[in-house]
C-alpha cells in the first residue's frame, strides 16, 4: 500500500513555542491531506483539509490561527501548532488519500506541551 | 455536517466468539464507510471498507454489511483472537478522497 510518513513521532515542547509537524506521502501525489486530533481513548476528530496550493479548510470550531497549515507541494503537508499550551498536547495524525483508493495514515505526533 | 455515532464503546467477547460493532451516520450523501482498527499509539489501519452501491462485503473473518434507508453499518468479526483485541474505529465520507468522520470507537477485548 501507499506509504505516508509523518514526523517527528512525538515531540515535547515548552508553552508558547510553536511545533511543526510534517505529512509525506512518499510513494504518491497528494493533492489533498487531512489533520486529525485525538486524546486519550478517544476518537479522530478532524480539524482542517489541507488543499495543495490553496488555504486549508477548517472544520468548526478550530483556531485557524492557532494551528497553521500548509500543503506546498504534492507530497508534503505541514501542521504548525503555534503559541503551544499544554491544552494542546495531543495525538496528531494525517492522512492522505490517492486517487481511488482508502485513506493511508501517517504513523502520528505526540505533541507534549509542558 | 456528518455526524457518526458508534455502539458499543466497549465489547469484552471470549475468543472464538463473535462480535458485532454498529454505526449510524446522518449524512444522506455519504457513500463510503471503512473501519480502521488502531493498536494503542499506533495509526490507525484499514481493515474491511464497503461503499453504497453494496449491501454486504466479506474478506476472510470480517464482515461489513451496510443498509442505506436506516444509515446505518456493522462490523462483523467471527471467530474472534486476542489478536484481535484493539479499538475499532468506523467512518463515513461522501467519497473516498473525501475527508472521514470517525465514530467514537469501541473497545474490544477477546479473551484467552
Known amino acids: 500500500g501507499a506509504v505516508v510518513s509523518q514526523h517527528p513521532s512525538w515531540v515535547i515542547c515548552k508553552s508558547g513555542t510553536s511545533v511543526k509537524i510534517e505529512c509525506r506521502s512518499l510513494d504518491f501525489q497528494a493533492t489533498t491531506m487531512f489533520w486529525y486530533r485525538q486524546f486519550p481513548k478517544q476518537s479522530l476528530m478532524l480539524m482542517a483539509t489541507?488543499?495543495?496550493?490553496?488555504?486549508?479548510?477548517?472544520e468548526q470550531g478550530v483556531e485557524k490561527d492557532k494551528f497553521l497549515i500548509n500543503h506546498a507541494s504534492l507530497t508534503l503537508s505541514t501542521l504548525t501548532v503555534t503559541s503551544a499550551h499544554p491544552e494542546d498536547s495531543s495525538f496528531y495524525i494525517c492522512?492522505?488519500?490517492?486517487?481511488?483508493?482508502?485513506?493511508?495514515f501517517g504513523q502520528g505526533t505526540r505533541l507534549t506541551v509542558v | 455536517g456528518e455526524n457518526v455515532e458508534q455502539h458499543p464503546s466497549t465489547l469484552s467477547v471470549q475468543e472464538g466468539d463473535s462480535a458485532v460493532i454498529k454505526c449510524t451516520y446522518s449524512d444522506s450523501a455519504s457513500n463510503y464507510f471503512p473501519w480502521y482498527k488502531q493498536e494503542l499509539g499506533k495509526r490507525p489501519q484499514l481493515i474491511i471498507d464497503i461503499r453504497s452501491n453494496v449491501g454486504e462485503k466479506k474478506d476472510q473473518r470480517i464482515a461489513v454489511t451496510l443498509n442505506k434507508t436506516a444509515k446505518h453499518f456493522s462490523l462483523h468479526i467471527t471467530e474472534t483472537q486476542p489478536e484481535d483485541s484493539a479499538v475499532y474505529f468506523c467512518a463515513a465520507s461522501r467519497g473516498n478522497t473525501d475527508k472521514l468522520i470517525f465514530g467514537t470507537g469501541t473497545r474490544l477485548q477477546v479473551f484467552p
Open positions: 489541507s488543499n495543495e496550493g490553496s488555504k486549508a479548510t477548517y
Open positions: 492522512s492522505a488519500t490517492r486517487s481511488g483508493t482508502e485513506a493511508f
